[in-house]
C-alpha cells in the first residue's frame, strides 16, 4: 500500500495498531487499511466495540473535567493515542488555560501525529515511551520540563492496561508512578472487563487483537480496583465508565454495553 505522508518510514503499514483501530473507531482519519480490516473483525466479534471507544472517551473528558474543577493543571497522559476530537489538552485548557500536558505513547504514527498537532501549543507535548517503562518516562527531560513532581499531578492510563499483560506487572508499574506523585495527585484508569462477557466472545475478541503488537489481556472490576492501591477512590468508585458521574441519567442506562470499567483515585497526605 501507498504511505500516507503523515506515516513515518519506521512503521509496519501492513500490521494492525491498536492505536490507529481506536482511531476508526472514534470516527479519526489516521489509520490503514488494514486497521481497519482488523477493527472490522472486532466489530463483527463484539458489535459493541465502536461504543465501547466512544464511552470511554466521554469517561476521559468527564475525568478532565473533574480534575481541574479539583485545581489540577498538570496531566500525564500515558498511552495517549492518536490525538481525535475530545483529547486532554483540549479539554483541559478549555477549562483552565494554563493547564499543562504531556501525552506518553509507544506508537510512533500516535507521536508523530500529536507532534503535528501541538505545534504551538506551549503547555502541550508528546513523547515516545512504553508504559511499562515507568522510570523513562518520569525521568524523560521533556516530561521533566513540563511537570513539577511537587505538584500534584493527573496520570491518566485510559483504555491502555487491557494490552500490558500481568508478566509486565501493570501493579508494580503503577507504584512506580505513584512513589513520583505530590499528596493531592491523582490517577484515572480505564480498561475492557470481561465482566458479564461470554468466554466465546472474549476468545474471538482476543483472536483479533493476538495479530497486533498488544494482544488483549481483560481483568475483571476487583483487579481494576486493586490497581488503585495507595489511592482514595472518588465517588463512585470502579464502575463501568458511563456509570461514572455521567451527564444524565439516560447515558448510564445498558453501562455495562461499554465493556470498560473505569474509575479515578486521589492521593492523600
Given at each position: 500500500m501507498?504511505?500516507?505522508?503523515?506515516?513515518?518510514?519506521?512503521?509496519?503499514?501492513?500490521?494492525?495498531?491498536?492505536?490507529?483501530?481506536?482511531?476508526?473507531?472514534?470516527?479519526?482519519?489516521?489509520?490503514?487499511?488494514?486497521?481497519?480490516?482488523?477493527?472490522?473483525?472486532?466489530?463483527?466479534?463484539v458489535?459493541?466495540?465502536?461504543?465501547?471507544?466512544?464511552?470511554?472517551?466521554?469517561?476521559?473528558?468527564?475525568?478532565?473535567?473533574?480534575?481541574?474543577?479539583?485545581?489540577?493543571?498538570?496531566?500525564?497522559?500515558?498511552?495517549?493515542?492518536?490525538?481525535?476530537?475530545?483529547?486532554?489538552?483540549?479539554?483541559?485548557?478549555?477549562?483552565?488555560?494554563?493547564?499543562?500536558?504531556?501525552?506518553?505513547?509507544?506508537?510512533?504514527?500516535?507521536?508523530?501525529?500529536?507532534?503535528?498537532?501541538?505545534?504551538?501549543?506551549?503547555?502541550?507535548?508528546?513523547?515516545?515511551?512504553?508504559?511499562?517503562?515507568?522510570?523513562?518516562?518520569?525521568?524523560?527531560?521533556?516530561?521533566?520540563?513540563?511537570?513539577?513532581?511537587?505538584?500534584?499531578?493527573?496520570?491518566?492510563?485510559?483504555?491502555?492496561?487491557?494490552?500490558?499483560?500481568?508478566d509486565?506487572?501493570?501493579?508494580?508499574?503503577?507504584?512506580?508512578?505513584?512513589?513520583?506523585?505530590?499528596?493531592?495527585?491523582?490517577?484515572?484508569?480505564?480498561?475492557?472487563?470481561?465482566?458479564?462477557r461470554?468466554?466465546?466472545?472474549?476468545?474471538?475478541?482476543?483472536?483479533?487483537?493476538?495479530?497486533?503488537?498488544?494482544?488483549?489481556?481483560?481483568?475483571?472490576?476487583?483487579?481494576?480496583?486493586?490497581?488503585?492501591?495507595?489511592?482514595?477512590?472518588?465517588?463512585?468508585?470502579?464502575?463501568?465508565?458511563?456509570?461514572?458521574?455521567?451527564?444524565?441519567?439516560?447515558s448510564?442506562?445498558?453501562?455495562?454495553?461499554?465493556?470498560?470499567?473505569?474509575?479515578?483515585?486521589?492521593?492523600?497526605?
Amino acid at each position: 500500500m501507498q504511505r500516507p505522508d503523515w506515516a513515518p518510514e519506521t512503521i509496519d503499514v501492513e500490521r494492525p495498531s491498536v492505536a490507529r483501530m481506536y482511531d476508526y473507531y472514534l470516527g479519526g482519519s489516521h489509520n490503514f487499511a488494514v486497521d481497519r480490516a482488523a477493527a472490522q473483525k472486532m466489530v463483527a466479534a463484539v458489535p459493541e466495540a465502536p461504543l465501547m471507544a466512544q464511552a470511554n472517551r466521554a469517561f476521559l473528558r468527564r475525568a478532565v473535567q473533574h480534575l481541574t474543577d479539583a485545581g489540577i493543571r498538570q496531566f500525564l497522559d500515558i498511552g495517549s493515542g492518536i490525538p481525535t476530537v475530545g483529547n486532554v489538552h483540549e479539554i483541559a485548557q478549555r477549562h483552565a488555560p494554563d493547564s499543562r500536558v504531556v501525552y506518553v505513547d509507544v506508537d510512533p504514527v500516535a507521536v508523530a501525529h500529536s507532534r503535528e498537532i501541538l505545534a504551538g501549543n506551549d503547555g502541550a507535548t508528546v513523547v515516545q515511551e512504553d508504559l511499562r517503562r515507568p522510570e523513562r518516562i518520569l525521568a524523560h527531560p521533556d516530561v521533566r520540563s513540563m511537570i513539577d513532581f511537587s505538584q500534584p499531578v493527573a496520570v491518566l492510563v485510559v483504555a491502555v492496561l487491557h494490552f500490558v499483560a500481568d508478566d509486565d506487572r501493570p501493579a508494580e508499574v503503577l507504584r512506580t508512578l505513584r512513589a513520583a506523585l505530590a499528596p493531592g495527585s491523582y490517577l484515572v484508569l480505564s480498561q475492557a472487563s470481561d465482566d458479564g462477557r461470554g468466554e466465546a466472545e472474549r476468545a474471538e475478541a482476543e483472536q483479533v487483537y493476538r495479530r497486533t503488537d498488544n494482544p488483549l489481556w481483560v481483568r475483571s472490576r476487583a483487579e481494576l480496583t486493586a490497581f488503585f492501591d495507595g489511592f482514595e477512590l472518588v465517588e463512585p468508585g470502579v464502575v463501568w465508565v458511563p456509570q461514572w458521574r455521567p451527564e444524565s441519567p439516560e447515558s448510564a442506562e445498558d453501562a455495562e454495553r461499554a465493556v470498560f470499567l473505569g474509575g479515578v483515585g486521589r492521593l492523600g497526605g
